[in-house]
């Protein structure tokens, strides 16, 4: 719908798995994961809902780099993250012991809401899976909660964030 | 984008509970799942990636009526079912304990694929969730293979079945 | 290292099935799971993880049809159930679409916990899984919590239930 | 049973998580762990079957480090690594993003089976579960099967390694 962004490089992942909570290059955030036994199902690849759990761990790494921890927030400001609407397409499986990348870009901020593309791919860069998410900020009582005003800025630099080839190589 | 069809009536969630594969009214699967611990999560609600599990359990079900389990058609045909695609919107959040529906219907048939409309509802019949997923047979070797011929003429019968709100009483 | 007591008839999984809850055969509990995709692995079979969550399904049942179900007691009672201690012996593996039982037994019975035997069936009664676990009921800030009384009573009549093998036929 | 070993140091977590596959410091693999929503439940804690996720991944990374991959000993040798009995103890729960470190340790080795004891720890070193496991090697057709020679000896080595406290600054 918008102008795609010209994709970025690939980053090495031995360099996104040495920083636990991934890495940020440009408005992307990247996220190491390794497939376990757990992960996958009979038909020898990752389980389709595992995608869900995976991509859901880069969101809540990604969040905890801005400072805005989900435990602390829930904790301090009474609200929780709610995803609202996941639309994924599966693309190629992963598989038992891969290591897999999880690419996440925040493509629309709204007062309540935020619009996050998760892409998973490969070691190599392949897209095995692309994820577009709505999530809205609620109260414990199941009412939208407004964004904390510090983490929207943080958002909205993420989101601004031009891509910078060369922030690549300074990452981790 | 076509015409919704007039809603059928939520069949008595006991009544689907006692048949183990669920049951099929008029155009409709329906089949009952009991939220248990190991479904939610510490927001004490059910894991957004856990609706992807209760669906596939119920066109597993689906298809088990139908005398197409998985395991029978990938040891005698060679073939899976892969997921394609998913698009699920959360409305309201299911519970530790609640007892839930999932209604499942075909919408559309394709030579080596379907799609299928898949609604998550409280016992009550308040729509919780729904999912839109496209499914597709595939060899082991991960090449696309067109659906057991019985199979199609199975699913396009409850594909095409009218609705008929007498079939409810009918059910088990 | 007590007396085992004589081996009850594998109830009928078909019977089992039909109630929801599963059902009670002198002092033993029977339920009926299905195996799905997001139980199995890619070696095959069901993960070895996922035989605790079929176990506490089948305690979750259990202790609901003694009218005790969790989300009730935690809200009225403040208390919620802890397992203490697990030790499972894995026999044979369950594989997609098998459809097994799981046999639960209370063996003791403490003030604030009590221990249950659950055994993993096929639908033959094979023995696939046998598990040990001790079990504690917790207030909300972490302390030991004496049983309901209305519970203690209720599990010490199912404890002591003499093995009567012409209640398998008036199950349901 | 035997003389238990002096307690080692706890690691610092960061280094060990700096490591995707966790460090090896004298007979003890150290492996980080952060806790997502996935991993909890409706309890505000970690639900208890997921614990054996976590020691099954540290089991899977020390496997890796020692070079025998599980799904390349099961594609190059055709054996895979089946769990026959697992007991293990909650001490104290583990919740939403707490991290955790799982210490594994060798504690016998048979021909083709191993015991290993698995502790999982706060971040601050606190026993939150003790596990003791039982794997043996088994063959496709659910034979056992014997150690890998190269791993027997790679076990052999880490199961005899006296503890060092000096290797702990030597770690990564």
Known sequence: MTVKPATPPI???AQVAAAPSGTVIGDRHWYAIRVFYEDTDAAGIVYYANYLKFIERARTE????LDFEHSQIRDSEGINWTVR?????YRSPARLDDRILVESRIVALGGASLDIEQLVRSAEGKLLASALLKLACMHANGRPARLP???????QT???A???????SKST
Do not use: H, V
């Open 11 to 13: 980053p090495d992942i």
């Open 62 to 65: 990604m969040m905890r780099l």
């Open 85 to 89: 609407r996941c639309a994924i397409d």
């Open 149 to 155: 005003q510090g983490l929207r800025k943080r958002l």
């Open 158 to 160: 993420a989101e601004s």
């Open 162 to 168: 031009p891509f910078t080839p060369q922030s690549a």
